[in-house]
Structure formats: structure tokens, C-alpha cells
């Protein structure tokens, strides 16, 4: 099947660091302002047409209770990949190495909310799971059931594709950063 364009072309390559999401239960941008990049409504000309994301960082965890962390992909406001709260690990870590991709595949089409994405992805850390080892990075699929359909948006309106994260429990201690983010149009 042929791309968007026809070809591979990157979408948004965040040049710049996220602000940390810390000691927050609040749903957060990860990505610095400067970094978004909008995108023109049709872009999604064809169902089929598919969207890569990969983003990675740092992440530090509280010991003992670190809570979840729900991380979701939005085009303007809508959340159209939810990856679920992961379980984290019990241990502390402190400024650990995260690695995300996710892939968005569209499966419907039809202005107003009738867009929507299948999608699934994978998100690698140290600090993932409930129990780990020090250097070795654990993987938690995005959603952690089956691949499923994000909530439908408008693909005819121009919106910002964001990453962003929610923590379950604010402490100090938890924090995530996204140093690098990359949208491709496959």
C-alpha cells in the first residue's frame, strides 16, 4: 500500500526536551510547545494510511508505590490511542532510559468524529513492570489487552498530534521526560 505521500516523511522530529510531568495526577503534554507541529486536516487522505511515533527519555519512579502511568496520543484534544495504566516498579529508579513506538493505523474515515485509529505499540524501561533489574529494560504492550480502535476525531481539521502522560500517583519522585519524539507518515 502506498503512504500518505507516497513515501516515508516525518511528520514531527521534536528538536528540544519535553517539561518533566512530576509530581502531577493531571494529564500532561510531554513535548515541548515549540516541538508540536500542526497538522493539515485531510492529511489521513485513505483509510490505511499509517502514522509511526517514537519517543523516548528518561523516567524516575518512587520506591515501593510508584502507581501507573498512562501515556495517550492526541490529535488536538482527542485521545486517539490510550495505552493504559502500566504497572511500574516497586523499586526506585532514578533517571532511567524509556523507549516508545507506536503505530496508528486508520480505520475509518468520514469528517466531523467518524476518523478513528487501530493502534498498538510497546514502551521499554527499566522502570517498567513491577519488579526489575538494573539495566534491563522490560516491555509493556500499548494497550496492554488487544490492539484496539482509538476514540473517533475530525480528520478534516487541522490539530497537533501530542504525546501525552498521566501519572496515578503524585510524588516527587515520579517523573518523566521525553528527550527525543519522532512522527512518521508511513
Avoid at 79 to 97: E, Q, R
Avoid at 122 to 130: D, H, L
Avoid at 150 to 174: K, M, R
Wanted: charge should be neutral.
Amino acid at each position: 500500500m502506498q503512504g500518505i505521500f507516497g513515501y516515508t516523511a516525518s511528520l514531527i522530529s521534536a528538536d528540544v526536551d519535553g517539561a518533566a510531568l512530576t509530581n502531577s495526577t493531571t494529564p500532561t503534554s510531554l513535548l515541548q510547545a515549540g516541538s508540536k507541529k500542526l497538522l493539515g486536516g485531510n492529511l489521513l487522505s485513505k483509510v490505511g494510511h499509517q502514522i509511526l511515533v517514537k519517543a523516548s527519555g528518561k523516567i524516575s519512579t518512587v520506591v515501593t508505590t510508584p502507581g501507573t502511568l498512562t501515556l495517550d496520543l492526541r490529535i488536538g484534544s482527542v485521545v486517539v490511542a490510550n495505552g493504559g495504566a502500566m504497572v511500574l516498579s516497586t523499586s526506585a529508579k532514578t533517571n532511567v532510559s524509556w523507549y516508545l513506538e507506536w503505530l496508528l493505523t486508520l480505520r475509518s474515515k468520514g469528517g466531523g468524529t467518524a476518523a478513528t485509529f487501530m493502534h498498538q505499540g510497546v514502551f521499554w524501561s527499566e522502570a517498567a513492570g513491577a519488579t526489575s533489574v538494573a539495566g534491563e529494560m522490560k516491555a509493556i504492550g500499548l494497550p496492554q489487552s488487544a490492539p484496539a480502535v482509538g476514540t473517533g476525531f475530525d480528520e478534516t481539521a487541522a490539530a497537533y498530534l501530542d504525546l501525552f502522560g498521566t501519572w496515578s500517583v503524585a510524588n516527587a519522585s515520579n517523573s518523566i521526560l521525553c528527550n527525543q519524539f519522532l512522527a512518521l507518515a508511513l
